[in-house]
């Protein structure tokens, strides 16, 4: 049986591996290894490629979240709508803002947020929320902003999974006050380590993020500190990195979703209940995730071990069951949905560059769990 990666950054990066060791070897030779011109340069082609005004390279995506919360002036006692089907980042970076998470359902096609559930979780204290774009579909846009709208509510995207991903031809990270993006090596436009990114067309917002990522310190006068900042810079070497693969973004994109189309035509006729792309949606996939009905998704996660084939489960325990998150007295909000797809997902295989063969080897063990 052929033994199938579940992902493999090498394949995917030789591609355009001599112009990342160029850009390395540039970057040494010039001493500029922190907020230098490569990370001025791959701002500028992020927001443009974004659609935003501005783009400011941060250390995580976490720490996207946490300053975009802070520069809208979200704060103690202020209540944060997220999902709970989502990693936990999203709330811990409200937590780290001083603020409450309050959790909402998703929908049970897209495991995004559900705009429904987000008018039920609505209070008094609500002042932002944060929809998240799971597995690289963007969530219900143009029904979330309209709550917003009518709400006044702050909108901070989570799109560290969704880079290149549209939703009415917008692309993820220009719907909201902010948008957030993580280059973590797997992400669709993954770095070679930690990284993150905030896009925003508001000045305020922009000036903020600049000063909490660099310690505080005044841009107009780099020795007064008049912010409580982090060390939270993306390097130039991450940032040049960057820059050569944005250039390879959309090929990709357009990779995963031939790999995602040929999962769905060669797992058509199993139980399996497979990805669901919404109308006004272009998916990117940075995750392939499948329902497995009956009770039967850890019987064949083993399964698909024993033949070569890994998988993960994104995610068992969502974000209101984790240990730290229980600790607090949170507002609660049913969630049915979610209780439901935590014991159904199960992640495939699915990477740019990924072969047919190694798709049909995935699909045949599926097959052959399922006895057909």
Not at 49 to 68: E, N, P, Q, R
Not at 96 to 112: K, L, M, Q, W
Not at 317 to 332: D, E, G, M, S, Y
Request: charge should be positive.
């Amino acid at each position: 049986m052929m033994k199938v990666p579940y992902f493999d950054l090498a394949r995917s990066h030789q591609k355009f591996f001599d112009q990342a060791q160029s850009a390395f070897d540039r970057i040494l030779k010039s001493g500029a290894y922190i907020l230098g011109p490569a990370l001025k340069d791959l701002e500028a082609e992020f927001a443009a490629y974004i659609g935003t005004k501005y783009a400011l390279g941060v250390g995580s995506g976490t720490d996207a979240l946490t300053f975009s919360l802070k520069a809208l002036d979200i704060k103690k006692g202020d209540e944060v709508i997220v999902p709970s089907f989502t990693f936990t980042s999203t709330a811990l970076a409200v937590i780290h803002a001083g603020a409450i998470p309050v959790f909402a359902d998703v929908d049970e096609e897209t495991f995004n947020l559900d705009p429904r559930s987000v008018t039920q979780a609505l209070s008094r204290k609500t002042r932002a929320m944060i929809p998240v774009h799971l597995f690289g579909q963007c969530a219900n846009m143009t029904a979330l902003m309209t709550i917003a709208k009518q709400k006044k509510l702050k909108v901070v995207e989570d799109a560290c999974q969704a880079h290149g991903a549209l939703w009415n031809k917008t692309m993820a990270g220009a719907f909201g006050h902010a948008g957030c993006f993580s280059f973590y090596p797997t992400k669709n436009l993954g770095g070679v380590g930690d990284g993150g990114m905030v896009t925003t067309s508001d000045e305020k917002i922009m000036r903020r993020v600049i000063q909490y990522r660099n310690l505080g310190k005044g841009i107009d006068d780099p020795f007064v500190h008049d912010e409580i900042g982090w060390t939270s810079r993306l390097d130039s070497i991450q940032a040049a990195f960057l820059s050569i693969k944005l250039k390879f973004l959309d090929e990709l994109n357009r990779e995963r979703r031939a790999v995602a189309e040929m999962y769905h035509k060669k797992l058509a006729r199993t139980p399996l209940c497979l990805p669901h792309e919404a109308r006004d949606a272009y998916h990117v996939y940075h995750l392939y995730v499948v329902r497995v009905p009956d009770g039967k998704r850890d019987a064949l996660k083993e399964h698909l071990a024993k033949e070569g084939i890994p998988t993960m489960v994104h995610y068992a325990t969502p974000v209101h069951a984790q240990p730290i998150i229980k600790k607090n007295k949170l507002r609660k909000i049913k969630l049915p949905v979610t209780e439901k797809l935590r014991g159904e997902v199960l992640t495939l295989p699915l990477f740019p560059g990924m072969t047919e063969p190694e798709i049909d080897a995935v699909a045949a063990s599926v097959k052959r769990f399922f006895g057909d």
